[in-house]
């Protein structure tokens, strides 16, 4: 049985929106993702998108939606400890998976990740989520994700796309836009963490979050799985959402729980 958090660590994940977790996972299994990577950078989907410019030195790619043929991720999502941490964190009777996330920023990549909230992009509504981010490699502090604690509690905010900060979802002035975070620090109490290889960050998928780029002799390969919980359910957009779902609107209705092969029951509380 996996070391589930404690008490401490559940009231800490639910004031401040994000938690680091070390050594939550084994060698074998850190071996495990690692294979994966490697099978999915051979060989990415669809949906893969490069998220740096041309000109950077560097190059960070990002892909979706694998864990259905990428045997090691499946095995890494389904085996590992990681979904009885995410429920017991949220606090969900139930844990059913999102979408996996594989973000690699190879070395020299100066592309940044823009300051933002994860759920706005997605297709879904309800409190009970969570993301974990596992890094492969270890990442220093001037890489690693940085989040504005509490920032969950606060509602929805702007997204606006990565690479020309246009508002593609929701019409200009519906939704409040971010702070400035980095002109204003001292008014933020910000949360990272350097990290090895076995180390895991829950956050919810509310909570403002950016990072970095690499170093030059530095490569940051991660999985980030989305997990949700007891009281989520489908909200169709009118836009393509982040990972699309074709098909998804006409099968679920709004309201509906998530259900279907995408979306497999990981695990239940006792």
């Keep these: 049985m996996p070391k589930l958090p404690s008490a401490e660590d559940v009231a800490?994940?639910?004031?401040?929106?994000?938690?680091?977790?070390?050594?939550?996972?084994?060698?074998?299994?850190?071996?495990?993702?690692?294979?994966?990577i490697a099978r999915n950078m051979a060989s990415p989907?669809?949906?893969?998108?490069?998220?740096?410019?041309?000109?950077?030195?560097g190059y960070f790619i990002e892909d979706f939606c694998n864990w259905q043929r990428i045997e090691e991720f499946k095995r890494f999502i389904f085996d590992s400890p990681?979904?009885?941490?995410?429920?017991?964190?949220?606090?969900?009777?139930?844990?059913?998976?999102?979408?996996?996330?594989?973000?690699?920023?190879e070395p020299k990549t100066t592309a940044k990740t823009p300051w933002h909230q994860d759920q706005p992009y997605y297709n879904i509504d309800g409190m009970l989520?969570?993301?974990?981010?596992?890094?492969?490699?270890?990442?220093a502090v001037e890489s690693t994700l940085r989040f504005v604690a509490?920032?969950?509690?606060?509602?929805?905010?702007?997204?606006?796309?990565?690479?020309?900060?246009?508002?593609?979802?929701?019409?200009?002035?519906?939704?409040?836009?971010?702070?400035?975070?980095?002109g204003n620090p001292g008014q933020f109490k910000i949360l990272e963490w350097a990290?090895?290889?076995?180390?895991?960050?829950?956050?919810?998928?509310?909570?403002?979050?950016?990072a970095g780029g690499v170093g030059k002799?530095?490569?940051?390969?991660?999985?980030?799985?989305?997990?949700?919980?007891?009281?989520?359910?489908?909200?169709?957009?009118?836009?393509?959402?982040s990972p699309p779902y074709p098909g998804l609107k006409e099968r679920l209705p709004a309201g509906a729980p998530m259900s279907g092969p995408e979306f497999p029951v990981l695990w239940e509380a006792a």
Excluded at 12 to 36: H, N
Excluded at 45 to 57: N, Q, T
Excluded at 129 to 139: G, I, L, T
């Design 82 to 105: 990681a979904a009885a941490v995410a429920g017991t964190l949220m606090g969900s009777k139930k844990v059913q998976l999102y979408h996996d996330h594989l973000l690699i920023k």
């Design 12 to 36: 800490t994940y639910q004031r401040d929106g994000a938690i680091v977790v070390r050594g939550l996972f084994s060698k074998d299994e850190m071996a495990l993702l690692e294979k994966g």
């Design 129 to 139: 989520n969570c993301s974990m981010w596992v890094p492969v490699d270890p990442v």
């Design 150 to 182: 509490g920032s969950h509690l606060g509602g929805w905010l702007m997204p606006r796309s990565f690479m020309d900060n246009e508002a593609k979802w929701f019409p200009d002035g519906s939704l409040k836009e971010l702070p400035d975070i980095d």
């Design 195 to 210: 990290l090895e290889p076995g180390d895991a960050v829950f956050f919810h998928m509310l909570t403002l979050h950016g």
């Design 45 to 57: 989907s669809e949906l893969a998108i490069v998220a740096s410019r041309p000109e950077d030195p």
């Design 217 to 241: 002799a530095n490569r940051r390969r991660v999985l980030s799985v989305r997990f949700i919980g007891d009281d989520i359910v489908h909200a169709p957009r009118q836009w393509r959402t």
